[in-house]
């Protein structure tokens, strides 16, 4: 025994203190993933793979290549010049029939329907009508069923669909589409909407941005310079709204913004105006209502960073001879805009994603993106287009997010 507890002893003694150490680094490592695991887990299944399916969605369709199998393989051959030949209308013909059988016609009426719009009637019809047809020549009989198929854009937009892949969603979300010969295009001005819409919602953003800086800049620096009990107070008042959900405060100020409301009842009780002003319904309201639920997420990273700043600095330049306002503005606030910069880009970023406010408190002129990513998902099943717009948007914050980093850097980022 004695022998053996000299052996185990001079073989720990063996052991280098570095491979020790790697040892004990090696199960810190492992004992903090275990931690972490459940954690990136949650992230995975909640943010990432949702994330994913999204720019996923956004480029994916395998509508027409998945249900026109025949007529995809046919069009293969195809050089995309005249019509195709008689095979490429016999596999149409069969796979309309199947189709009809399935009853899935309406998936690829719908599917051909987005890019060529009026289409997807005619397209059901022929379905329907095909499975009448017993035998040849299909060219001439499906054209005579409809003249759809007499038309080279549609062969055009189907012979696209051999690919599972398709930038129609992301290309119709900034202005443009596939023309007769599968160029990309300028979309005309009726079908370009969504280009009008997302500088509406940058607009709209930037407007509230601006208006929570111009309002929560001098309460944040009042709140940093009040004594502590007073700025106690101050702040849970701050906090207060947002004890309460979105919803409720939308609906508040459409209670206070309507023509007969608070503040228009107050308006013209001291004779300030004569009629009703129109703050509900439109950009106003829209503005006021986004400014209110967003005040606090820029000012509280403000007030942060004005917390952690000598107020010997500004004295300093006083005692040197400077004025007031020249001691603020080049000592005092250079040293505010980490919490300025953090505070706007989260207010920004979040009102890219409204949808709740604009809709109860907007006109139709003011439905940001969100609006049309709802409609998109909850009542055309347009699942491609809500990706793209959503896939558009997310990049655009992503750059933001980028520019920030660049400019101020994220490790000076201050969320309170």
């Given at each position: 025994m004695a022998t053996m507890a000299v052996k185990l002893a001079d073989n720990s003694e063996a052991i280098p203190l570095r491979t020790k150490l790697q040892r004990v680094e090696r199960r810190?490592?492992?004992?903090?993933?275990?931690?972490?695991?459940?954690?990136?887990?949650?992230?995975?299944?909640?943010?990432?793979?949702?994330?994913?399916?999204?720019?996923?969605?956004?480029?994916?369709?395998?509508?027409?290549?998945?249900?026109?199998?025949?007529?995809?393989?046919?069009?293969?051959?195809?050089?995309?010049?005249?019509?195709?030949?008689?095979?490429?209308?016999?596999?149409?013909?069969?796979?309309?029939?199947?189709?009809?059988?399935?009853?899935?016609?309406?998936?690829?009426?719908?599917?051909?329907?987005?890019?060529?719009?009026?289409?997807?009637?005619?397209?059901?019809?022929?379905?329907?009508?095909?499975?009448?047809?017993?035998?040849?020549?299909?060219?001439?009989?499906?054209?005579?069923i409809s003249p759809l198929w007499a038309q080279h854009d549609v062969w055009t937009l189907l012979k696209r669909g051999r690919s599972a892949y398709t930038a129609y969603y992301l290309l119709r979300s900034v202005g443009f589409q596939y023309g007769p010969e599968s160029q990309i295009v300028a979309s005309p001005p009726e079908s370009s909407v969504f280009r009008d819409v997302f500088l509406r919602t940058f607009g709209i953003s930037i407007g509230v941005t601006i208006a929570t800086l111009l309002l929560g800049f001098p309460v944040a620096y009042l709140l940093a310079t009040l004594p502590s009990k007073i700025s106690n107070l101050l702040i849970i008042m701050v906090l207060l709204p947002l004890w309460t959900s979105a919803l409720v405060r939308s609906a508040a100020w459409v209670v206070l913004l309507q023509d007969h409301g608070v503040i228009n009842e107050t308006l013209m009780a001291l004779h300030i105006i004569s009629q009703p002003a129109e703050l509900i319904y439109n950009r106003v309201g829209?503005?006021?209502?986004?400014?209110?639920?967003?005040?606090?997420?820029?000012?509280?990273?403000?007030?942060?960073?004005?917390?952690?700043?000598?107020?010997?600095?500004?004295?300093?330049?006083?005692?040197?001879?400077?004025?007031?306002?020249?001691?603020?503005?080049?000592?005092?606030?250079?040293?505010?805009?980490?919490?300025?910069?953090?505070?706007?880009?989260?207010?920004?970023?979040?009102?890219?994603?409204?949808?709740?406010?604009?809709?109860?408190?907007?006109?139709?002129?003011?439905?940001?993106?969100s609006s049309f990513v709802a409609y998109y998902t909850n009542e055309d099943l347009n699942w491609g287009m809500a990706s793209a717009l959503a896939a558009i948007l997310l990049t655009a914050t992503m750059v933001f997010y980028y520019v920030y980093n660049k400019v101020v850097g994220a490790d000076r980022l201050k969320m309170g």
């Amino acid at each position: 025994m004695a022998t053996m507890a000299v052996k185990l002893a001079d073989n720990s003694e063996a052991i280098p203190l570095r491979t020790k150490l790697q040892r004990v680094e090696r199960r810190r490592k492992l004992r903090a993933i275990t931690l972490v695991l459940p954690l990136l887990l949650l992230m995975s299944v909640s943010f990432v793979l949702p994330i994913s399916r999204m720019m996923f969605n956004a480029i994916h369709d395998d509508t027409l290549l998945t249900l026109m199998p025949r007529t995809m393989a046919a069009l293969s051959a195809w050089d995309g010049k005249d019509l195709p030949d008689e095979n490429a209308y016999a596999a149409l013909a069969d796979d309309l029939k199947q189709v009809s059988t399935q009853k899935t016609t309406s998936l690829i009426g719908k599917r051909v329907n987005y890019e060529l719009p009026g289409t997807g009637s005619q397209m059901i019809s022929s379905a329907r009508k095909a499975s009448m047809l017993s035998n040849g020549p299909y060219k001439v009989a499906l054209i005579d069923i409809s003249p759809l198929w007499a038309q080279h854009d549609v062969w055009t937009l189907l012979k696209r669909g051999r690919s599972a892949y398709t930038a129609y969603y992301l290309l119709r979300s900034v202005g443009f589409q596939y023309g007769p010969e599968s160029q990309i295009v300028a979309s005309p001005p009726e079908s370009s909407v969504f280009r009008d819409v997302f500088l509406r919602t940058f607009g709209i953003s930037i407007g509230v941005t601006i208006a929570t800086l111009l309002l929560g800049f001098p309460v944040a620096y009042l709140l940093a310079t009040l004594p502590s009990k007073i700025s106690n107070l101050l702040i849970i008042m701050v906090l207060l709204p947002l004890w309460t959900s979105a919803l409720v405060r939308s609906a508040a100020w459409v209670v206070l913004l309507q023509d007969h409301g608070v503040i228009n009842e107050t308006l013209m009780a001291l004779h300030i105006i004569s009629q009703p002003a129109e703050l509900i319904y439109n950009r106003v309201g829209t503005l006021v209502a986004m400014t209110h639920i967003q005040l606090p997420f820029t000012l509280l990273p403000i007030y942060s960073v004005m917390k952690t700043i000598s107020p010997n600095h500004v004295r300093a330049a006083r005692s040197l001879g400077a004025r007031p306002f020249y001691a603020f503005w080049k000592v005092y606030f250079p040293q505010t805009l980490p919490g300025v910069a953090s505070g706007c880009l989260l207010t920004f970023i979040l009102c890219l994603g409204y949808y709740l406010t604009p809709a109860l408190v907007g006109g139709p002129g003011d439905q940001m993106v969100s609006s049309f990513v709802a409609y998109y998902t909850n009542e055309d099943l347009n699942w491609g287009m809500a990706s793209a717009l959503a896939a558009i948007l997310l990049t655009a914050t992503m750059v933001f997010y980028y520019v920030y980093n660049k400019v101020v850097g994220a490790d000076r980022l201050k969320m309170g």
